[in-house]
């Protein structure tokens, strides 16, 4: 089998227009504007209002990468969509896609990493790249966890966000790989650290379940030691993988779930403030569409410039968690 190697061709991304700051917690939480952002760095975050769901993001991400990318959807010929709370579970947010952007000759299917979603599709996207089975592949990782939160416990509630960010990758001609070093983890003996139950009953014929509660439900404590234990582990092995240094890399793309966090990867990286993408403070945490955003959001501004190299992390529920190193090409949107 000969390998094929990997172009990054092009990022989209989607955010609903209603923005929810913290002032606006404080009329149904007891909380403040301080507590939140001096502990999270968050300031507000987009919410999916009335009809809205991980599907309309999903859609429009796609969209944006597929306008961005100069193919037309009936190129595209695999659909991988990272997402935690699908509108449906069935038909599949891929196949709504699908359906949305004309990929009539695509293959459509969802993964559910929560946060870590967009690494783990990147990693199956790229694989079947290097094996030549397909050659336009669209990821797309959509989350609307308003919809699943307790709005009542406001140790979680007002960390999260909703939003879709997408990516195209294609054969590259040229034969440089964009993929430099890619790594993904799992550890499900921390399962327990966060947890959204799918709400089922029993036939009615047998004993009744006891229900759980559709909710996402975090330990935030443990999660966070786990995080700054595991996530510059993560990193540094990628960096290995990829024979590079920090001082080879120009950008870190990291999952935007606490700036604290994303501080201690920083010092870790010895990287300066212009290194580091950081929007937590506009979208919160928008689980597996974090990095794609943020990336999005900083090849538009001109925070990225291109050429040049990026570590993307991300880590959530499972435990799962996961690194690369990518090249970003001239002239990428
Ligand atoms: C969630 C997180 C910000 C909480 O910060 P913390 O310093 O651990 O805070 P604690 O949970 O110890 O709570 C400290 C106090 O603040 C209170 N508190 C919690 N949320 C609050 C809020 N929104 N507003 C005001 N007070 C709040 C708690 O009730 C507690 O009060 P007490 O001391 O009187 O009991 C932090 O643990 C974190 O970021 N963890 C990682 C979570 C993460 O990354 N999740 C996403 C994974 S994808």
């Not at 944006?64 to 709370?85: P, R």
């Not at 993560?234 to 920090?246: F, N």
């Amino acid at each position: 089998m000969n390998f094929k190697p990997v172009q990054i061709l092009s990022i989209g991304k989607s955010v609903p227009e209603t923005i929810i700051t913290n002032d606006d917690l404080t009329k149904i939480l007891d909380t403040s504007d301080e507590w939140i952002s001096t502990r999270t760095g968050i300031k507000q975050r987009h919410i999916a209002s009335g009809d809205e769901n991980s599907t309309t993001f999903g859609v429009n991400a796609a969209k944006d990468a597929l306008n961005k990318s100069g193919l037309n959807g009936e190129e595209i010929d695999l659909i991988v969509v990272a997402t935690s709370n699908p509108y449906n579970i069935y038909p599949s947010t891929g196949c709504a896609i699908q359906d949305a952007i004309g990929a009539k000759n695509a293959i459509a299917f969802d993964i559910t990493v929560a946060c870590t979603g967009m690494l783990y599709a990147l990693e199956i996207g790229r694989h079947f790249i290097n094996s030549g089975k397909y050659k336009n592949v669209l990821l797309v990782a959509t989350d609307t966890n308003s919809k699943f939160l307790d709005w009542t416990d406001r140790a979680s509630c007002v960390l999260f966000g909703d939003g879709a960010g997408a990516m195209i990758l294609t054969e590259a001609k040229d034969g440089v790989d964009d993929i430099v070093a890619l790594n993904v983890n799992a550890d499900g003996s921390k399962g327990a650290f966060i947890t959204m139950n799918l709400v089922g009953e029993n036939c009615p014929l047998v004993e009744p379940a006891v229900l759980g509660q559709h909710k996402i439900a975090m330990v935030g404590k443990e999660v966070y030691k786990f995080v700054v234990q595991t996530m510059p582990e993560s990193i540094m092995k990628c960096l290995e993988d990829a024979k590079m240094e920090p001082k080879d890399i120009d950008y870190l793309v990291p999952h935007q779930a606490n700036l604290r966090i994303i501080e201690g990867l920083q010092n870790r990286l010895e990287f300066t403030n212009d290194q580091v993408i950081v929007d937590i403070d506009k979208y919160g945490n928008t689980s597996a569409a974090s990095v794609p955003i943020a990336l999005a959001d900083a090849l538009e501004t001109g925070k990225i410039k291109t050429p040049s190299t990026a570590i993307l992390c991300a880590f959530g529920a499972g435990m799962a968690w996961g690194s690369a190193v990518v090249r970003l090409r001239e002239g990428l949107k």
